[in-house]
């Protein structure tokens, strides 16, 4: 059975990792597209040297609104989507194609290998075994949403695959490389999430934060055995119990404040208030 597979990839700024990823797919796929959202560096020159089609989106934030657009690019049979931060064991690519050849499946599930400040993971959720992602399908068998974290879902009624994690067969993911890289993606991801959970309706209290906190720490440390990575372990999963509390601070304040130009308007007028006292100049005196 002759079948056809597209790499589907959306990215920003990532000269530095985006050759391991097309290295590790250009040879066996059939085309490669590559999305980009205006990117600063050599990330478009790179992709075009491993054959890629480029094009262009406005920036978002984050990757997820642009992934629709992506697949819309792809014309294969198959479709695989992968980060450029991420790359194709040769274990698995076999295995994908097989599948692909064979039609065995309609959507695969395949576990990820994460590295986070500097080593694989084995628990904190994000273990091999804990992280598994529908990213190899057939065409018009998933929908791809805008929501951060969870931008794909396979149809009703697809026959779903889902990899064993065994060595070779996880894709592997390069991740955080240290803790300001994660810092710095915490701040934006919970803002985004909180300006969604605004637009749900939803609303932000304390028990909530403290429910939800305590239950990202239940699900890293304890259930995800986030012991098991040591100080990386202990760390993160503590980083994600602030994750949770921080997008229901946000969305406090976006629902009881309006966020931070409303706020920078109160001040300025708090300030003028102030101001408007002095009227003439103070007396300093002769």
Known sequence: MTTSISVVMNTLNEESN???????????????????MHSDDRTREIAEEYGA?????DRMGYADPAREFALAKATSDWILILDADELIPRRLAGRLLDIATAGEADVVSIA???????KPFVGTGWGPTQDHHERYFKRGWVEARSNIHSFLQAREGARIVRLPAEEGL???????LDTSHFLERLNRYTSIEAQ???????????????????REWWQRYVAGRGYRDGWRGFYL???MVLYRIAVQVKLKELADLGG????QAGYHREAERILAEYGEPPDRGE
Do not use: K
């Open 112 to 118: 990820r290998l994460n590295y986070l400040l500097g």
């Open 196 to 214: 969604e959970a605004l637009e749900r309706g939803e609303r932000s209290t304390i028990p909530r934060a403290v429910r939800r906190g305590a």
């Open 170 to 176: 996880a894709m592997v993911h390069f991740s955080y």
């Open 18 to 36: 985006i050759p391991y990823a097309l290295r590790s797919v250009h040879t066996w796929v059939d085309e490669i597209i590559v999305v980009d």
């Open 53 to 57: 089609r480029v094009y262009l989106h």
């Open 237 to 239: 999963s503590a980083f």
């Open 260 to 263: 931070r130009a409303t706020i």
